[in-house]
């Protein structure tokens, strides 16, 4: 079946989405207006939204990507595995971190405070969604798309057990998928 059909609700539009993205694009562009910042897009959900938000920036960027997962079988908090570094040398960069969502906050506050320690002059966030009712450490994004409650959302990057990312919207699942799919691994 049509991923389509497991979508009980779409919370954001491709539009609203889209429009976002250039009043983010616009708002950079002022507060970098005399630097050249490299955008940092985190693999794999970020990849849209860098998209449209680079497109966006009237600068001399660059961009780079990580992809980063966080330890699992561990209770070693905030703790992340670099699954693929950066190829760009970061020393004085000022940098603009781009993610899908923000939720507990770990994953950012460890990529930044790695980066920060590499010799980065700056680095900022920047995430299309946040979830900050879930949020367990003293992380903020300087740059959000939009607030999102409680509740697992897909699409626009954003996954379930890999399914959902190319859906052009951000919506919530039926709670019978994510069941089904957990079954069936
Ligand atoms: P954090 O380290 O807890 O902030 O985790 C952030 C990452 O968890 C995001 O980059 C997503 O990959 C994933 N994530 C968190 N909430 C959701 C969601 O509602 N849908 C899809 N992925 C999510
Ligand atoms: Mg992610």
């Known amino acids: 079946m049509w991923e389509k059909n497991d979508i009980r609700e779409i919370l954001i539009s491709e539009n609203e989405i889209q429009e976002r993205a250039k009043q983010l694009g616009e708002q950079i562009t002022k507060d970098y207006s005399s630097k050249k910042p490299l955008l940092v897009g985190l693999l794999r959900g970020s990849v849209p939204f860098l998209a449209d938000l680079m497109k966006n ?3 001399d960027i660059q961009f780079d990507t990580m992809d980063v997962s966080s330890y699992e079988g561990t209770e070693s908090v905030g703790e992340i ?7 760009t040398p970061i ?3 000022d940098i603009i971190l ?3 969502i923000v939720d507990t906050g770990r994953t950012l506050q460890t990529v930044k405070n790695t980066l920060l320690h590499r010799g980065a002059a700056s680095v900022t966030i920047c995430t299309l969604l946040n979830k900050s009712a879930r949020r367990t450490v003293d992380i903020q994004a300087d ?3 939009f607030e999102v409650a409680d ?3 897909v699409g ?5 057990n890999q399914k959902y990312r ?3 919207y951000i919506g919530v699942l039926n709670a019978e998928c994510m069941v089904n799919i957990c079954i069936s691994g």
Not at 156 to 160: A, T
């Open 57 to 59: 920036i009237d600068l």
């Open 81 to 87: 595995r670099i699954l693929k570094d950066l190829d």
């Open 91 to 93: 020393k004085g960069l």
């Open 98 to 100: 781009v993610e899908d």
């Open 143 to 145: 740059y959000i798309g």
């Open 151 to 153: 509740e697992f959302v």
């Open 156 to 160: 626009y990057g954003m996954d379930f």
């Open 166 to 168: 190319c859906l052009p």
